[in-house]
Each structure stands twice: as structure tokens, then as C-alpha cells.
């Protein structure tokens, strides 16, 4: 499997992508500037969290614009695989790959720890290696994860299997407890129509190797890993 990690200025868990795909596939991923317009050639991009241009204007708002980003949407077109983390997950958005918005956790707080995700569909080859209802581990750090979307666009994504996670408890029930920055039905993470875009934030990077303290994220690599074998 060959897979690109894309770098913007201010960002900050690009080189942890790259470890955790490098430990679970064995090769090394290339680490693409975000001034360049064209992409390798690659089966997975993974647009990673971080803060790009220092969410001066608005997360992600100003690296969807960045001359890499067309190539990324292009990509995406021709069915290559994109996985946007954390701020990636913003960026995604704000590309317009992925519906809705990220807005400031409802505390106004930024939140750095571990939270427990549900998995809710394993319709996809980021999420096959996992059970579907299984709780998994994976640490959050961020102050604008708050996921919103219209009504008519939570229920599309209901209704077609795209919300590929969800906050929930010990039980992988979802109280508004469990829901650490005030996302819409607890929403962790979709998958667009497709289903070869993933945006997600949490940090399954994070979690990949047992000397991290677990390997819940490690599973999505190896899926990814698996759909090219």
C-alpha cells in the first residue's frame, strides 16, 4: 500500500501518521507540502490533525484552499482512499469532501484525553477490521470538534451507513455524558457517499502501537493495509 501524508504549516500529528503507517504496513508513507499542487501516486492520503495556518481564520478553513487540496478532491474522484484526522477532519469539510461543520466544543474548552467511540458501520475499508457496536479507545485533542449538519443531512447520513463513529460509554450506550465537545447524535466520525473519504476526530494514530498504552487505532491502518494485500 502506498500512502501520502499531507503537510501544512502548523501541523502537528503529521509525523505520528506517518509512524503509525509505516509500523503497520512497512513502508514509509511520503510526506507531501501542502504548496505543492501534485500528488504521487498513491493508494491513501491522510490529510492529519494539527492546527494548519494556526486556525487563524477558522479551522481548516484557509488549508482547504492550499494548491494540494485540488489534487487531494481529484484523487478522492478517481476512488484513492483520504482519511482526514482531527484537523484533517476540518479540513475536509471546509474542502467540501465531507458534509457539515466543525464548530467550538460546547464547553469552549479545548479537550486533550482519551474517549470511547462505538464503531457503527464496518461497511468501509477504514473501519472493516473493527466489529460493528465495539467500543474502542482513542485519544481527542482539540477545541473545535463540535460536529454540525442540518437535520436532513444527519438523517442522510443515517440513512446510508455513513456515520462511521459515534462518543459512547463503557456500555457503547450514547448519553449526552458521554459526548465530550457537543456533537449532533454524538457524531465521532463520517464516511462520504463513496465511502473512501473518512473524517474522524479522534486520533487513531495515537493508539497504534502498544508502546502508546494500546493499539484500538491500530485496526483502521490494517484494514486500509488489507484492502491492498
Not at 483520504?82 to 469539510?93: D, E, K, M
Not at 477504514?126 to 465495539?134: E, L, R
Not at 473519504?197 to 502501537?209: F, I, Q, S
Amino acid at each position: 500500500m502506498k500512502a501520502a501524508v499531507i503537510v501544512f504549516p502548523g501541523s502537528n500529528c503529521d509525523r505520528d501518521a506517518a509512524t503509525a503507517l509505516e509500523l503497520i504496513t512497512g513502508r514509509k508513507p511520503q510526506m507531501v507540502w501542502h504548496g505543492d499542487a501534485a500528488l504521487p501516486d498513491v493508494d491513501v492520503i491522510v490529510v492529519p490533525g494539527g492546527f494548519s495556518y494556526g486556525d487563524y481564520l477558522r479551522s481548516g478553513a484557509m488549508a482547504a484552499h492550499s494548491p494540494v487540496m485540488a489534487s487531494v478532491k481529484a484523487a478522492a474522484d478517481k476512488g484513492v482512499r483520504v482519511l482526514g484526522i482531527c484537523n484533517g477532519f476540518q479540513v475536509l469539510t471546509e474542502a467540501g469532501m465531507l458534509p457539515g461543520v466543525l464548530m467550538r466544543n460546547r464547553d469552549l474548552k479545548f479537550i486533550c484525553r482519551d474517549v470511547l467511540l462505538r464503531v457503527e458501520t464496518t461497511a468501509s475499508e477504514f473501519t472493516s477490521a473493527y466489529k460493528k457496536g465495539q467500543v474502542i479507545r482513542i485519544p481527542v485533542a482539540h477545541h473545535d470538534g463540535n460536529y454540525f449538519a442540518e437535520p436532513a443531512v444527519l438523517d442522510e447520513l443515517e440513512s446510508q451507513d455513513r456515520v462511521a463513529f459515534r462518543y459512547c460509554d463503557a456500555a457503547g450506550a450514547t448519553p449526552e455524558a458521554a459526548n465530550p465537545n457537543g456533537s449532533q447524535r454524538n457524531i465521532a466520525g463520517i464516511l462520504n457517499a463513496r465511502r473512501n473519504v473518512l473524517g474522524m476526530m479522534p486520533h487513531p494514530e495515537r493508539l497504534a502501537d502498544p508502546l502508546l498504552g494500546g493499539t484500538d487505532g491500530a485496526p483502521m491502518f490494517t484494514a486500509l493495509l488489507n484492502a491492498f494485500a
